[in-house]
């Protein structure tokens, strides 16, 4: 074997044709990238996938903070008694309610504040910071703030009403104020992770495109409209399906601000799951109205992320 080959490496020498290098066996790179994704799903495993199926299963059961176990099954009871009760659908209306509020804002703040800043030649981590610092702050500390801002006759709003001659709502204390209140301090607080993104998006935008419309006579709007627009509407879709399900998820600052009230115009349907299995310790319950709620972002969300998309195609 070995005499062959080298009279074939004479042969090729002979030829002019450079001797080939032995072969050497590929990088076990799967491996590696196994390992590497390993802790992630250990921990993704653990604490994501885990507690979601325990959940699913104590749906099923009557369990109760007060009583060690699962104290036997339950079947369907609980999602019947979820789906009959009006504190449930209430605290649903009360959560999409909040994500009709929010949304819009949000996503169409975020966009314009970001095309406005973008065009700023110097200074733009000014711009930056300023919007993005309020999304850094801690739920309590934002709750904190605008509950002295909201504050009867001593809060900064209702001071500055009066000085103009105009009386100022209740703004936390009316079941009519109280939610579109609590939006005003969502849209304040997480503005600045949408502004991001779209800044993001924005800059990855060629500046050919524009120079070549404006030396074909296209104004601002018409470059808005017919570059910007179209060219961010990935960012657009994903921006959007983000802010929906962060929106359905809200419990923070109605439970710090408002506690759910006035006489329950502000629970959304994760407190109802809080007072269910922490205050009531009914946790099989609250876990079956989880587990409705999940069915119902999932819904939402596939929804929205369609017309998004539609909407996308169509521009």
Do not use: C
């Amino acid at each position: 074997m070995s005499t062959q080959t080298s009279d074939q490496t004479d042969t090729d020498a002979r030829r002019g044709i450079a001797p080939t290098a032995p072969r050497r066996r590929a990088a076990p790179q799967g491996r590696a990238a196994s390992a590497f994704l390993a802790p992630f799903a250990v921990l993704y495993l653990l604490f994501i996938i885990g507690p979601a199926l325990y959940g699913l299963v104590l749906s099923f059961t009557d369990a109760s903070l007060v009583k060690p176990g699962l104290n036997g099954a339950a079947g369907l009871r609980n999602y019947a008694e979820a789906l009959s009760s009006s504190d449930f659908w209430s605290s649903l209306w009360h959560t999409l309610w909040f994500t009709i509020l929010t949304t819009p804002p949000l996503v169409i703040l975020g966009f314009v504040l970001a095309l406005l800043a973008n065009r700023v030649a110097r200074g733009r981590w000014f711009f930056r910071l300023a919007f993005f610092a309020p999304y850094i702050l801690p739920s309590a500390v934002v709750a904190l703030i605008w509950m002295w801002l909201y504050t009867p006759a001593l809060g900064l709003l209702d001071t500055a009403l009066a000085k103009v001659g105009m009386t100022a709502p209740s703004w936390l204390g009316d079941a009519a104020w109280a939610m579109p209140s609590l939006a005003i301090t969502t849209v304040w607080w997480t503005l600045g992770f949408n502004f991001i993104l779209y800044l993001a998006g924005l800059q990855e935008i060629p500046r050919d495109l524009y120079e070549a419309a404006a030396m074909d006579g296209a104004g601002p709007w018409q470059q808005v409209r017919r570059i910007t627009i179209p060219m961010l509407g990935r960012t657009t879709t994903l921006v959007a399906v983000l802010q929906v399900i962060a929106s359905l998820k809200v419990f923070d600052q109605m439970y710090l601000m408002t506690s759910g009230g006035p006489n329950f115009a502000t629970r959304s349907i994760l407190q109802l799951v809080y007072d269910e299995g922490f205050t009531n310790y009914r946790v099989g319950y609250a876990a079956a109205v989880s587990m409705l709620f999940f069915l119902v972002v999932l819904a939402v969300s596939a929804v929205w992320f369609t017309l998004v998309r539609r909407q996308e195609k169509v521009v």
